[in-house]
């Protein structure tokens, strides 16, 4: 079957995520066939660049063959069991060996990101109240933060796009200003922005701090804010200021752990420990879906008690499930044996060379890179950019999904130079077609989420 017939039968039957539908009777769907390494192919054979890793992911490319073996394996031993009252051999040595990387012990595992970050927010309510100290109801994100969807993680998410619909729904928490470096003013460096940040964090806790229970961040990056990167400094700050007013501190590293930002952890650059650090996306190489929540042992010591509802009363039906842990240790195996981190410092340095002439372009703006993530901003951007960038990568087989006017490269950690040069080559192009008033424009305005 080709293509036509998938994509109508995906418009009758598939309720697609993160879409208005109608959009899809002139936005073509892709059904992809199959998947090795950084391509996607689809029903007629065309191939794709996942230069986004389907949703920032897929670390290591399409069908890495241990993941998949060691996936293969445990599908022989143990497929899934009930995880309360019942233990198996992956999630005991995924729990021990985040716990040896992080210092954080207790690992609690949920399904999809906000899953974990709705995990998180509870079990920080639970603690204080457990303490005494229920009236710590609320929480602190930063502007443009992006948690997820379901409705905890939505109430500390500043997506308009997403959250505004289902404000009637959303708890009231707070929000302070984000140490986004592209807000520096002239002669401002990134870390002034982030020392004014902290600052302005300092305002919120001095006033409201006994009613918090937590400030959640995404550390470095801000992925679903248009690849926001800020200085480490910014942690520290954060890191100290919940320290003097008694908060928690939630990294979300959903996100930018596993490497993405340089380190395997971002946190590691700030040379901080957060209370709760919320893990999904990378942590199976894109195979499965899993996520996790690690806490400190004074966290876990409020819960545990004779008083069955001071324990955390939290579950999930496939919670630890055996074969997306077995899929996360063979991805930490992959960072040992490989010496991924180190790998990528010369990746990342050889394709940060090869968009720099993106940079030098008139009209891009704020050119950026942390780890294996780049970013610029296109400006002034045509009404629609995002769509018309996203379907004109598409023709030159590149699958790219621009926010807002930002576009972004997020590519699996398997990229080669010819593939780097194919994704320059096809964002330059259709730069070109732009800047000589092509036909980049669609008709409509609504940016790609
Ligand atoms: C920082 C961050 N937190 C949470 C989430 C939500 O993860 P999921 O889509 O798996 O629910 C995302 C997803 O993009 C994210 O980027």
């Known amino acids: ?35 090795s390494g950084i391509w996607l192919t689809d029903f007629d054979g065309n191939r794709y660049l996942d230069a986004v890793s389907s949703w920032w992911v897929n670390l290591f490319g399409h069908g890495e063959p241990r993941i998949k073996a060691a ?18 051999a992956p999630v005991v040595e995924l729990s021990e060996r985040l716990a040896a990387l992080t210092g954080l012990g207790h690992a609690f595992y949920a399904s999809d990101g906000a899953s974990a970050t709705e995990v998180a927010l509870k079990m920080s309510f639970h603690y204080w109240r457990n303490l005494g100290k229920p009236e710590k109801t609320r929480f602190i994100s930063l502007d443009n933060s992006y948690h997820g969807e379901t409705a905890g993680a939505l109430s500390v998410t500043d997506v308009p796009l997403f959250s505004e619909t289902y404000q009637p729904l959303l708890r009231r928490n707070l929000r302070v200003p984000s140490p986004d470096s592209r807000l520096a003013g002239p002669g401002e460096t990134a870390g002034d922005v982030a020392f004014k940040a902290a600052a302005a964090l300092e305002n919120v806790l001095a006033k409201h701090a006994g009613e918090i229970a ?15 990167m800020y200085s480490p400094l910014y942690l520290s700050e954060v890191r100290r200021l919940a320290d003097t007013y008694q908060v928690h501190l939630i990294a979300d590293e959903i996100a930018v752990g596993f490497g993405r930002t340089g380190t395997l952890f971002a946190c590691e650059q700030a040379g901080i420990r957060p209370d709760f650090l919320c893990l999904s996306k990378g942590i199976t190489g894109g195979f499965l879906p899993l996520s996790c929540v690690l806490s400190t042992d004074t966290v876990y010591a409020a819960f545990y008690d004779d008083d069955v509802t001071r324990g955390f009363l939290h579950s999930h039906s496939y919670t630890g499930n055996a074969l997306a842990c077995r899929a996360a240790l063979a991805v930490l195996d992959i960072f040992r044996d490989d010496d991924v981190i180190v790998a990528n410092r010369q990746r990342s340095a050889e394709f940060s060379a090869i968009l720099a002439p993106l940079a030098e372009r008139p009209g891009i703006r704020h050119f950026r890179h942390q780890g294996m993530i780049w970013a610029f901003d296109v400006d002034p951007a045509q009404a629609g950019f ?22 972004y490269f997020m590519p699996p950690y398997c990229i080669e130079t010819t593939h780097m040069k194919h994704l320059a080559d096809a964002a330059s192009a259709c730069l070109d077609t732009m800047e000589h008033g092509g036909d980049l424009a669609v008709n409509e305005g609504i940016a790609l989420p």
């Open 1 to 35: 079957m080709s293509n036509p017939n998938w994509l109508a039968r995906s418009r009758a039957a598939v309720w697609h995520p993160c879409t208005q539908m109608k959009r899809h009777e002139t936005l073509p769907i892709i059904p992809v066939r199959e998947a």
């Open 71 to 88: 996936i293969k394996d445990q599908l022989d031993r143990l497929e899934h069991v009930i995880l309360a009252g019942f233990t198996h």
């Open 214 to 228: 937590a400030i959640i961040v995404e550390p470095l990056v801000q992925g679903a804010a248009g690849m926001a």
């Open 386 to 407: 995002g769509m018309a960038f996203f379907r004109n990568m598409l023709d030159k087989g590149c699958l790219v999904r621009p926010i807002g006017n930002t576009v």
